[in-house]
């Protein structure tokens, strides 16, 4: 399974001196567009020399510039793909409909962990655990669920949990409550929902700590995040599928509450004896 160069800058950033450092987090921040333009255009958006880029290039193991342009050509037509534009694979003549989707959603789940360290879910549990702020999570038109998922289990195990539901004028509402202390969780997939943009953007500029659950392809909204988590989402099917990123979220789920030992249990018990 090829992997996308924002999989690529994961896993290989910690390797990169400061100057092929700062031309993955520019490049990370304007996905995947800064990567088109010319070297020199790209070099002067990171502040850093024409050869410094190329070098960063070679590092993601292109073999010179076009060739890496031409990858991100084929990841922005990727992103723009709507269901009906999507080929079906045909079914498997031993396995029959559901042996490719399984296998496809198994690899899914395997390559999107393989691109997560240890320390960055680490640094995610420690401010969703952070009692000081306050948690919102919300999602796009198929995403949503896992957002409305995440939130009920949060909200077991401590308080100031907050699903975003309803209408935008109804999220941006809620923005007054938002400061510096508070993460915001966002999930948000191909083809990636403008209000969701617009929305993170806001929140970002008041200082709110974004972290955002997405595809490979990286939604916009990676531009503002803090943490990015990007799932392999793409099955033999006319739809994305959504199964890593789920599980991702149960093992955030999992992390936190083990993070918060005793005044989680404490919740808990005090939950159950008002029902």
Do not use: C
Not at 163 to 188: C, N, T, Y
Request: zero cysteines; a positive charge.
């Amino acid at each position: 399974m090829i992997s996308s160069i924002a999989e690529l800058i994961s896993d290989r950033i910690g390797m990169m001196p400061a100057g092929e450092r700062r031309a993955a987090q520019t490049l990370i921040a304007n996905y995947p567009l800064i990567g088109l333009k010319t070297v020199a255009e790209f070099s002067a958006a990171a502040g850093v020399s024409s050869p410094t880029i190329l070098r960063f290039v070679a590092r993601l193991g292109f073999q010179n510039y076009p060739e890496f342009q031409s990858a991100l050509q084929d990841e922005l037509a990727a992103q723009l793909q709507s269901p009906a534009s999507r080929t079906l694979n045909p079914p498997s003549p031993n396995g029959g409909a559901v042996s490719p989707m399984l296998e496809a959603t198994l690899d899914n789940m395997r390559e999107t962990f393989r691109h997560l360290s240890d320390k960055q879910l680490a640094d995610i549990v420690a401010k969703l655990a952070d009692r000081r702020g306050k948690t919102f999570l919300i999602g796009g038109r198929f995403t949503d669920p896992l957002a409305r998922y995440m939130a009920a289990h949060l909200a077991i195990v401590q308080p100031n949990v907050f699903h975003l539901a309803g209408q935008e004028s109804v999220w941006r509402d809620r923005l007054i409550d938002m400061g510096k202390r508070d993460v915001l969780v966002i999930f948000d997939i191909r083809r990636y929902q403008d209000s969701l943009v617009r929305f993170a953007e806001t929140a970002h500029q008041r200082g709110v700590q974004i972290v955002l659950f997405t595809d490979q392809w990286l939604s916009p909204i990676a531009r503002f995040a803090r943490h990015v988590i990007a799932g392999r989402t793409a099955v033999p099917s006319a739809w994305d599928s959504s199964a890593a990123l789920f599980v991702v979220a149960e093992t955030l789920i999992g992390a936190v509450t083990r993070q918060l030992e005793a005044d989680g249990a404490k919740r808990i018990r005090e939950l159950e004896n008002l029902r």
